[in-house]
C-alpha cells in the first residue's frame, strides 16, 4: 500500500519568509508526527496528533512553528518569518494508533532558508 | 526524562563480518518500546524492530538480531555476515507514557560496510 508521502521534497526560501509543508499519513494511521532532522540536533520530535485530540506541541522550538491536521488526514506545517536555522529536513510519520506502535516514516522535506 | 545513546558514531567493516551497535537507554517508566530504524543514503527512515518493555526475549530475523537486556538497559543490534547494502545510519529510539508518545533517538551510528 501507499506509504507516507511529503511535499514538497525540496524547498529553498529566503530569510524572513513563511513556508508551508505538508504530509499525507498512511491510509487508517489514526497518530501522525513531525520530526526535524539537522546536523548539529539530529531527530527532534516536534508535534504529534493523536485522532481528534489536541495536539502535543511540545516539541515546537518557538511560536513560528505551528501544525494542523484536516480531517484526521493530511496535515501542514507552517514555520512563519523562516530563519536560519531552521534549515533542516522535516519528517512526518504516522502510526496505527499511538507510540506503541511502530511509527512510519515518509521521505522528508529538505528546507534550505537563505 | 528519557534518553537514548549510541555510542558508536562511526563504524567501518568489511563485508562478511559481523557487526553489533550499541544502544543504552533512561526512562523512569515501567512500560516502554524501543525500536531501531535504518536511515539509508536515501534519506527514508526504514522501521526494523519495535520491543516492548515486558518482553525480554532476543529476536532474530534473517542476518539481523537484537539483544535486549533490562538489567543494563540496552537494546543492542548485530548484523551477521555483513553486506554493502548495510551500509546506512542506524538509530535507536524509545517511546514511554511520560514521553507523550513521541520517539526520542539517538545519535546514530553510521556504519559503513566495505566490499
Known amino acids: 500500500g501507499a506509504g507516507v508521502s511529503q511535499s514538497p521534497s525540496n524547498k529553498v526560501t529566503e530569510k524572513g519568509k513563511d513556508v508551508e509543508l505538508r504530509c499525507d499519513p498512511i491510509s487508517g494511521h489514526t497518530a501522525l508526527y513531525w520530526y526535524r532532522q539537522s546536523l548539529g540536533q539530529g531527530l527532534e520530535f516536534l508535534i504529534y496528533f493523536q485522532g481528534n485530540s489536541a495536539p502535543d506541541k511540545s516539541g515546537l522550538p518557538s511560536d513560528r512553528f505551528s501544525a494542523e491536521r484536516t480531517g484526521g488526514s493530511v496535515s501542514t506545517l507552517t514555520i512563519q518569518r523562516t530563519q536560519q536555522e531552521d534549515s533542516a529536513v522535516y519528517l512526518c510519520?504516522?502510526?496505527?494508533?499511538?507510540?506503541?506502535?511502530?511509527?512510519?516514516f515518509g521521505p522528508g522535506t529538505r528546507l534550505t532558508v537563505t | 526524562a528519557q534518553k537514548v545513546t549510541q555510542a558508536q558514531t562511526e563504524i567501518s567493516v568489511v563485508e562478511k563480518e559481523d557487526v553489533t551497535l550499541d544502544c543504552v537507554y533512561e526512562t523512569r517508566d515501567t512500560t516502554y518500546y524501543l525500536f531501531w530504524y535504518k536511515q539509508p543514503p536515501s534519506g527514508e527512515l526504514v522501521f526494523l524492530i519495535r520491543?516492548?518493555?515486558?518482553?525480554?526475549q532476543n529476536e532474530i530475523s534473517g542476518r539481523y538480531s537484537w539483544n535486549f537486556q533490562k538489567s543494563t538497559s540496552s537494546f543492542n543490534f548485530t548484523i551477521t555476515a555483513s553486506q554493502v547494502v548495510d551500509s546506512a545510519v542506524y538509530f535507536c529510539a524509545l517511546s514511554d507514557s511520560n514521553a507523550g508518545n513521541m520517539l526520542t533517538f539517538g545519535g546514530g551510528t553510521r556504519l559503513m560496510v566495505k566490499p
Open positions: 510519520a504516522s502510526s496505527l494508533w499511538a507510540a506503541s506502535y511502530e511509527q512510519y
Open positions: 520491543r516492548n518493555s515486558f518482553d525480554e
